[in-house]
């Protein structure tokens, strides 16, 4: 759903393995088909007003199974009145007294594995929540064209409008009646298998969708519909019909504009194909709705958008809810704790289309928006994995960051192997509901040497909060015989309870002059790391030139330092701006060390307030400064036969 709105420096116990957490998965039952038959005639042609207490009367064919032996089976069911429940063709027992529950008691305790049939009749006593019921009278607004039905189930509305096991981790298979006045159409998951007049003013349509579906994604929808038709045409006699179900005022006109929304829908089809593999279900289409308070819902094959999209250009919009056929419809979020995948996978497709229609930067650019809009908050956001059911769909988290999450793997295995991945991905889990855990097992096979450990990674941006802070200090030498060297010390500044000490990840820098360019990528594994990069060229420095990493680069520090000795001799430099702060942590990195020495700190009488052994090993010294008085110092260290020093200032 989319709402408006090279070295690598080891820290090993960075790495402990461990298990991601998982969400216990309801194990009584498995639902298997549901037939829903509703007679809309009624609630097309009143207000709400008239449409008494029981607003629509509807009935549903259920078949399922248990998996382990009980004496009764309880349903959602929110609001619903229920007047009669048969199973397997016999009378059975059943109360609502546990709000927003259907419990159906067996004459006995039934074994699992056989397939049983229950009929619920039933009346739905709202029309504004999961089952929505407007006349044009009843908009306020003046935005609703036509009397219209619609229906929205995500996260959990379905119970409202027909007893269901309500949970994304049971998929099932669907079929859909509709009775609606003559020239009604409704629309439906999948494919509509018949139209039949049944009298001089109604007709009835049924639909049926062959791949299972949660709950959550059966939509329903009616009004006085006019259809746009387009293919996607992989081959002359291998297409998929699109036909998108809108008003006929909105099929072009100053302000709304069909035909051009849905221009570019083949082409989506087409790209999201090469990047994902063959779309999963056999037709696809669009049904616009208004009021409402969101953007589209990626209802499977058949997406409800809102009806503003049709005013504007929202192709980003209608390409995030044809990626969620993939990320979402086919493989389905298995509890709502792992959300992520579906919103988070169809906010970097967003980023993939304008990859396709503009390149590189069109992708980063779109992927910048993004990340704007996490770092409105961002360390004061909260995990992305496991968000409360209030916050679900915080853009910020939900969608935003959890895009990069994908846009990270992207860059840190490569083109080659994460599209490869991707397509594996959905060919080894299609129909089924995965946990977060699922993702990372499937990573660990396809990737077994990541360069960062999967469990790191998944835990630090998901489980954890935040994202790295970095203060980059950079010290370039530049030596007489033609080389250059640069120092990097990378400094994590991050802090807030559950936000990692220190990210690890893939850092990129890059020195270009002209057409000459210099990469390295170096593993980011502690709060502190320095490093170097060697080169016969100065130019332009440039750390995360390609937006790989979710983060915030603070205006980097270049420190001066002033060097006695020979030009290859050993390297100063400390971290931060100078003069430095009173009782804060003074930390220095000495590197170009061939063996291990002491790195003095004297006051400018000579008296040592301070040593640390420094070695090729052991680059960075703490200092505490709390007890030093303001003023000048020296830090001094002799290796290679050459002493280096460097004053520095406490200031009060």
Not at 315 to 325: A, N, P, S
Not at 507 to 528: C, F, H, P
Request: hydrophobic share 40%.
């Amino acid at each position: 759903m989319m709402k408006f709105v090279i070295a690598l420096l080891v820290a090993t116990e960075l790495f402990a393995q461990g298990s991601f957490p998982t969400k216990q998965i309801p194990t009584d039952y498995d639902v298997l088909t549901y037939d829903l038959q509703f007679d809309l005639v009624h609630a097309l042609q009143t207000t709400r007003a008239q449409r008494g207490r029981r607003k629509v009367e509807p009935n549903v064919n259920i078949t399922f199974k248990l998996l382990r032996p009980a004496d009764h089976i309880a349903l959602d069911a929110s609001d619903l009145e229920i007047d009669a429940v048969t199973m397997d063709d016999g009378a059975v027992g059943f109360d609502t007294l546990t709000p927003n529950t259907l419990t159906i008691r067996f004459a006995s305790t039934l074994d699992t594995g056989v397939v049983h049939k229950l009929t619920i009749l039933y009346a739905i006593l709202h029309d504004d929540r999961g089952f929505n019921a407007l006349a044009p009278e009843d908009d306020t607004a003046k935005k609703l064209l036509e009397p219209q039905v619609f229906t929205f189930s995500e996260p959990e509305d379905a119970r409202w409008w027909f007893p269901c096991h309500d949970t994304p981790s049971d998929k099932a298979l669907f079929s859909v009646m509709v009775r609606t006045p003559k020239g009604f159409r409704s629309t439906s998951n999948g494919v509509r298998i018949s139209d039949l007049v049944d009298s001089d003013t109604t007709h009835v349509e049924r639909w049926r969708q062959t791949e299972p579906m949660p709950t959550y994604l059966v939509v329903m929808n009616a009004s006085r519909y006019l259809v746009y038709e387009q293919v996607y045409r992989r081959t002359a006699t291998d297409t998929v019909p699109i036909k998108s179900y809108q008003w006929a005022a909105d099929f072009k006109n100053d302000s709304f504009d069909v035909v051009a929304t849905f221009e570019n829908v083949p082409r989506m089809f087409s790209t999201l194909e090469r990047l994902f593999g063959r779309y999963p279900f056999s037709t696809y289409g669009h049904t616009a709705i208004a009021p409402v308070n969101f953007g589209g819902m990626e209802h499977s094959s058949m997406t409800s958008i809102a009806r503003v999209w049709l005013k504007a250009n929202a192709e980003i919009g209608v390409v995030h809810e044809i990626g969620h056929q993939w990320i979402g419809d086919l493989v389905t979020c298995a509890t709502w704790a792992d959300l992520w995948m579906n919103e988070g996978g169809a906010s970097f497709v967003e980023a993939l289309w304008m990859e396709e229609l503009a390149g590189r930067n069109g992708y980063l650019g779109r992927l910048m928006q993004r990340r704007a809009q996490y770092m409105k908050k961002g360390l004061n956001e909260p995990p992305v994995y496991d968000q409360p059911m209030w916050a679900l769909f915080n853009d910020a988290t939900t969608y935003c960051k959890a895009s990069w999450i994908y846009h990270m793997i992207r860059q840190m295995v490569g083109d080659t192997v994460f599209f490869n991945s991707m397509r594996t991905y959905f060919t080894e889990n299609a129909r089924k509901s995965l946990q977060t855990a699922d993702m990372l097992a499937f990573w660990k096979r396809q990737v077994p040497n990541p360069l960062v450990p999967w469990d790191t990674y998944f835990d630090q941006w998901l489980v954890k909060q935040g994202h790295p802070v970095m203060s980059i200090a950079i010290v370039k030498n530049d030596h007489k015989n033609g080389r250059f060297d640069y120092t990097f010390v990378v400094n994590q500044t991050q802090t807030r309870d559950n936000v990692p000490e220190a990210f690890v990840f893939p850092l990129r820098v890059r020195i270009a002059r002209g057409d000459s360019v210099r990469e390295d990528r170096v593993l980011i594994t502690q709060r502190t790391q320095s490093f170097m990069m060697y080169n016969t060229f100065d130019g332009d420095i440039t750390v995360d030139p390609y937006q790989e990493v979710l983060c915030q680069k603070d205006t980097a520090v270049t420190t001066d330092v002033v060097e006695t000795g020979a030009n290859d001799g050993p390297r100063l430099t400390v971290i931060g701006s100078l003069p430095h702060a009173r009782g804060t942590e003074l930390q220095v990195v000495c590197m170009g060390m061939s063996t291990t020495s002491t790195l003095r700190l004297t006051d400018m009488s000579g008296a040592l307030v301070g040593e640390a052994t420094m070695s090729p090993d052991n680059t960075l010294a703490t200092f505490n400064t709390s007890a030093l008085a303001p003023g000048a110092y020296n830090l001094s260290v002799r290796s290679n036969a050459s002493t280096i020093s460097s004053t520095i200032v406490i200031a009060p």
